[in-house]
């Protein structure tokens, strides 16, 4: 069987039938809760909303390596959980003293925060990771494989409105079949995706072992936040499906409202009324970018939530193991044996196969640190600029450093600040690949060229050096335009998209 041939996507549409895709999309996503906030101030109940932005048809993907992501989650739930376990690497890697943390001013806050708390006793020794793991196609030549671009433990959004597109996608295809357009455009190759469910069910699992009953699940969230129905529909789900109540509040409202008690740090969350809450679970959709934290007192907010008895989804480790320099330091020889291949440590069931290892590093560009031997990892960067992107300990989009603008920012790097730093080789998605993007109040969808980056689901709770429960649990694609660097449907570069598979 040929090769795909992603120059021939999307397949040709007269205007009249595609018109009619993009009303039933855009109507069929107003209908179904795959919205935003409008831009601009909003009241404190909202008044309206739009259909958030997405592509018209679903991104062809090659099944092999969809299927290669999906088998990865479950190594990368155990890896990064046993990261955040290890106190002593990421003291070295992420730390204020002797790492990353002596000049990244919010990383090192962050980790001065948990070393304080932890010299004192954390009184809950269980963590929950709501984990994704984000993708592109690398072609080089005729060949395909998958690579990893990062991987996330804080603030994993879009979970809710993936599994919308996608069902959006495969409603197109029951009403329309999308006129025929492509033989590729069946229900069989349109991948499930239950990642409401997934992510769910992490947060239910971590609830459940908290074990009281009446306790609540603490949505920590930014003010003015659009992306609302991402994270509702979660709420929804929790509620309807496992009766469990939400409490949704800012670092601000957190401050004043979150009370911790003396005698076993049970965490309390003022409601309404005046009376108290007991929380089981703090989950953080905020707190991933120093834009959360203007003055101290925020960050006292979030170590005050860290010493409390609750679960939290991500633990200040488990925050840091996401680091990008965690990312690189994982590339370097026998890194990655420490984690997953320790049988005096993990036993002999929690050791994995040469074979599972080895497919995680084909999953893996070449990346180094800017501090490397002295000059010489900015010269490297230097000399390939064109090929590569410098990379922060930063998560939200924006961040980045690419090609041409490397040598002009290494020049005003100090020298410093570069071990906050990575360099990695850019991947080459497949040429040629379009779609049709539809954005509210933007009128006719644009067929432009575009990437698109797939990101799998996974969540684990583990703690006391054991991961008592992880799963794959669901995932998104994320489609920009080829000239956008970035790829946060959040911060305005992309479009939410789904997957059909192709062979």
């Known amino acids: 069987m040929p090769a795909f041939d992603f120059t021939q996507w999307p397949p040709f549409i007269s205007d009249k039938d595609r018109a009619t895709l993009q009303y039933r999309a855009t109507t069929y996503a107003l209908a179904h809760g795959l919205l935003y906030l409008p831009i601009g101030a909003q009241p404190p109940a909202p008044t309206s909303a739009i259909h958030a932005p997405i592509s018209l048809f679903p991104t062809p993907f090659p099944r092999v390596q969809f299927e290669q992501a999906q088998r990865l989650q479950s190594i ?5 959980s046993r990261i955040a376990m290890d106190v002593e690497f990421l003291d070295q890697i992420m730390g204020a003293e002797v790492g990353v ?14 070393r304080d708390l932890r010299e004192n006793g954390l ?4 963590h929950l990771g709501l984990f994704r793991s984000d993708y592109l196609l690398h072609q080089r030549d005729s060949d395909l494989s998958l690579k990893q671009v990062e991987f996330n433990t ?22 329309t ?6 033989a590729h455009l069946t229900a069989d190759n349109f991948p499930p995706n239950q990642s409401t469910f997934g992510l769910v069910e992490g947060l239910a699992a971590a609830h459940a072992a908290y074990n009281v009953d009446g306790s609540r699940i603490l949505f920590v969230v930014q003010a003015n936040e659009r992306n609302i129905f991402d994270q509702l529909w979660l709420e929804y789900e929790l509620l309807e499906k496992h009766s469990i109540h939400v409490v949704r509040r800012t670092f601000d409202e957190l401050a004043h409202q979150a009370k911790i008690s003396q005698k076993d740090s049970t965490l309390f969350i003022e409601t309404l009324d005046g ?18 934290f203007p003055t101290s007192t925020q960050f006292q907010t979030r170590f005050n939530l860290e010493r409390s008895k609750a679960i939290k989804c991500p633990t200040i480790p488990l925050q840091l193991a996401g680091g990008k320099k965690v990312q690189q330091i994982l590339t370097e020889p026998g890194v990655l044996e420490r984690f997953l291949c320790d049988e005096s440590k993990y036993g002999p069931q929690g050791v994995f196969s040469t074979r599972a290892l080895a497919e995680l590093r084909e999953s893996w560009m070449g990346m180094w640190g800017l501090d490397l031997d ?5 010269r490297q960067a230097i000399e390939r600029a064109l090929e590569l992107v410098l990379k922060p300990q930063r998560e939200g989009g924006g961040n980045n450093v690419y090609k041409e603008a490397i040598p002009g920012f290494l020049e005003s790097l100090p020298p410093g600040e570069r071990p906050a730093w990575i360099a990695m080789e850019l991947i080459s998605p497949p040429m040629g690949l379009k779609n049709y993007l539809v954005r509210a109040g933007s009128g006719a969808s644009i067929e432009t060229e575009v990437v698109s980056e797939l990101g799998i689901f996974g969540w684990s709770l583990f703690g006391g050096g054991k ?9 998104l694609v994320r489609t920009k335009g080829k000239d956008s660097n970035e790829g946060g449907v959040a911060t305005g570069f992309s479009v939410l998209d789904s997957l059909v598979l192709v062979d």
């Open 275 to 292: 009376s108290p809450v007991e929380i089981s679970t703090v989950y953080y959709r905020s707190g991933y970018t120093p834009d959360d």
């Open 101 to 114: 943390g002596r000049v990244d001013e919010f990383t090192g806050q962050l980790w001065s925060g948990w």
């Open 467 to 475: 991961v008592i429960g992880e799963k794959e649990a669901g995932w």
């Open 123 to 126: 009184a809950q020794p269980l």
């Open 374 to 378: 002295g000059e010489i990892g900015v």
């Open 76 to 80: 990368y739930n155990v890896l990064y």
């Open 154 to 175: 804080i603030s994993s959004s879009f979970g809710a409105l993936s599994q919308k597109t996608a069902e959006m996608h495969r409603s197109l295809e029951t009403s």
């Open 177 to 182: 079949k999308f006129f025929h357009a492509s």
